[in-house]
């Protein structure tokens, strides 16, 4: 492979390519597309990089949303209201390991100078079918290797995220991090720490959502450091659960579940990691379990059902990840489900105020209410109105 003479580049992209350019602003598409097209993968749509600043980019479009004008990004809305980001060239003036000052009114041979690696840092000019490849990433995607564009220690330090961005293309290309890049790497893991809990999570879900297999990016993690200083509890996975880990293929990967599987204690992790409440709450029901009914048979499983509630499925996938294979009372979950039996106390067949009406009251509603569903999780055939009034009399 060269790169190629042209690329089949969108019409909608096209469209804002040649808006921009008939106003006299250069524009080229950058970034992630290029690489992953050169790899024939499916990739997300072409990113520009335009020598128009922002407000002259919002000046030429009807519809524009703002995505990060600081650094500055406009949304370009087509006319099925897809957005396209459009980057003004930018240098980074000043970085601080975390965040940069950026500076515009610069070439977009200085735009590509500042990004992380050579991989990423490839133009292609949509109407001239002209390459722009002045640190060889053509090479490097050939080869497959992450090499970072200029003096990796520096470019670590300038922004410790690209550290994670470099274990995270590897895992997914299966590439092979160029060693001085990787010694880098290595050194300046320390640095790690600095960064926002919540650019570490968007990195750790996006790396678990697309590396190859996740015992590769788990491997990385370890071996660079990351994982000792970010999460440390992957230090402890076995190599058996990260085999099982990696047997789901990447389109069925859930960030949160395999967290949850490789963390002792998953919710402290992504507490740690400022993950959402709900996420939070999702993994700490993992957690709760129990992980497995006192038995295969339906009684068992409705009172494991009823327990973990909507945990439930995510135990089931949890288990096989952990076991490998269907667990034995998936099948009794399937029957479970399929004849609608009753879980919880609103779908028993009658509720509080029936209860209120034969003359119970107070807090005795709430205790007769789950007795009943007590009896009806042993035996589903009670379920209905003149069964559980006759039992609520009894407890009365
Ligand atoms: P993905 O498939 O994950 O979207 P991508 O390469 O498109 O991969 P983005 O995060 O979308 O990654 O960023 C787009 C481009 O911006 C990158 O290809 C790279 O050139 C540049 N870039 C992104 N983040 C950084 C960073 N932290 N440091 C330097 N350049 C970066
Ligand atoms: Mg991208």
């Known amino acids: 492979m060269s790169l190629p003479a042209s690329l089949p580049i969108p019409d909608e992209v096209l469209d804002i390519a040649r808006t921009l350019e008939g106003a006299g602003y250069e524009t080229w598409c950058v970034g992630g597309a290029l690489r992953d097209t050169l790899l024939e993968h499916p990739h997300s749509d072409y990113d520009l990089a335009t020598a128009a600043t922002p407000a002259q980019v919002q000046a030429l479009f009807k519809r524009t949303a703002p995505v990060g004008e600081k650094y500055g990004t406009v949304g370009v809305l087509d006319r099925h209201r897809v957005v396209h980001e459009v980057t003004t060239f930018r240098q980074d003036v000043a970085t601080d390991g975390r965040h940069a000052v950026v500076s515009f009114g610069v070439s977009i041979d200085d735009d590509l100078a500042r990004r992380d690696f050579t991989i990423n840092a490839l133009a292609y000019h949509p109407i001239r079918h002209d390459w722009r490849d002045p640190f060889r990433g053509e090479p490097d995607i050939r080869h497959g290797v992450v090499r970072a564009v200029g003096d990796a220690a520096q470019r670590f330090r300038e922004d410790y995220l690209r550290i994670l961005r470099a274990l995270r293309f590897a895992a997914r290309f299966r590439f092979s991090i160029e060693p001085d890049t990787w010694a880098a790497a290595v050194a300046g893991a320390d640095g790690l720490t600095r960064l926002s809990a919540e650019r570490v999570r968007d990195e ?4 678990l959502a697309s590396a190859h297999s996740v015992a ?24 058996e659960l990260l085999d099982r880990a990696s047997a789901v293929g990447p389109s069925r990967r859930d960030p949160i579940l395999l967290t949850a599987l490789l963390s002792a204690d998953p919710a402290a992790t992504l507490r740690r990691l400022k993950a959402s409440g709900a996420e939070i709450d999702r993994v700490a029901a993992i957690a709760a379990g129990p992980e497995s009914p006192a038995g295969p048979d339906d009684t068992s499983v409705r009172r494991w059902l009823a327990a973990t509630g909507r945990a439930a499925d995510d135990l089931l996938a949890i288990w096989s990840m952990r076991h490998g294979g ?19 106390r609103g779908a028993l067949a009658i509720g509080g105020s029936d209860l209120q009406e034969i003359g119970a009251t107070g807090k005795r509603i709430g205790e007769i209410l789950a007795a009943l569903l007590e009896r009806v999780l042993d035996d589903p055939s009670l379920n209905t109105r003149e069964s559980l009034l006759a039992l609520a009399r009894e407890m009365l």
């Open 326 to 344: 269907t667990p034995p009372w998936a099948e009794s979950v399937a029957g479970i489900r399929g004849r609608g039996e009753p879980l919880t």
């Open 204 to 207: 750790w879900f996006k790396g």
């Open 216 to 239: 590769e990016l788990v491997k990385l993690w370890r071996e660079s450091g990351a994982a000792a200083h970010l999460i440390p509890e992957l230090e402890r996975v076995s190599s």
